[in-house]
């Protein structure tokens, strides 16, 4: 009888263990439900399905839709997060290559590394418990902007109220500006800084080039005079 894989050990993160083959197995078919340009600029989209999709006894077609919104959503958390698995597999350095390789090569239902990176760091903020699965926003673009604030600053959002699935883009864009630094009024206070700074560096080397044509002439004035006298003395 072939030995089954042991599951793979994630007491490192402090999560419970998983097997990553029978995650593979499970969210393999799901793979090319996961949406292309949609997941870096829009709303989760929900999968194609190969038949036509089916609304429940008890559901009407808002919550039909609904509910496959939030399974893709779900399913792009889980595509991220065997992504990890395989970065964590794959000699350092190498896994861009290999992830745009295999795109091109049309083995991985991927768009581009780019949503690769997105899809991981969404993951990465579920593994970190810094965001609950069932708390990442709804919106792609809201989870990916969400998920890759540092973790002081997802705690903030936290406080803020915004850190649910059905916060919006534009929320999480403002809160973003609101707790950067370097926004536009700090920008323009630097740039005014270093201009004043400028013109006082012009107006001192004006004062340090006056002085020294002053102590040029004076020396000029010296050596005429002395050399006045040797003539004269010369002549006696």
């Not at 870096?40 to 077609?61: C, M, Q, Y």
């Not at 990465?124 to 600053?153: F, G, H, N």
């Not at 370097?182 to 004062?207: G, P, Y």
């Not at 080039?209 to 002053?214: G, L, Q, V």
């Amino acid at each position: 009888m072939e030995a089954k894989p042991k599951p793979k050990s994630t007491a490192k993160r402090g999560l419970p263990p998983i097997n990553v083959e029978a995650i593979k197995q499970q969210v393999a078919p799901l793979v090319a439900s996961v949406p292309s340009q949609q997941v870096l600029h829009g709303d989760i989209t929900p999968p194609r399905a190969s038949e036509p999709v089916k609304i429940l006894d008890d559901e009407n077609f808002e919550q039909a839709i609904n509910r496959l919104m939030e399974e893709s959503r779900e399913r792009a958390v889980l595509v991220g997060d065997l992504l990890l698995e395989w970065k964590e597999q794959t000699p350092h350095g190498q896994f861009m290559t290999l992830i745009e390789e295999r795109i091109s090569a049309g083995a991985l239902r991927i768009n581009s590394y780019q949503m690769a990176n997105r899809l991981m760091v969404m993951a990465q903020a579920v593994r970190d418990r810094l965001i609950p699965s069932e708390a990442m926003p709804r919106e792609a673009e809201a989870a990916y902007l969400l998920s890759s604030l540092k973790p002081d600053e997802i705690k903030q959002a936290e406080s803020a109220g915004l850190v649910h699935r059905e916060v919006r883009t534009a929320d999480v864009k403002a809160f973003r500006a609101s707790i950067r630094p370097r926004n536009i009024q700090s920008v323009l206070a630097t740039k005014s800084a270093i201009r004043a700074r400028l013109r006082r560096l012009q107006t001192e080397r004006k004062r340090e080039e006056s002085r020294h044509a002053m102590v040029m002439k004076a020396l000029a004035d010296e050596e005429a005079r002395l050399r006045a006298e040797l003539g004269e003395a010369a002549a006696e």
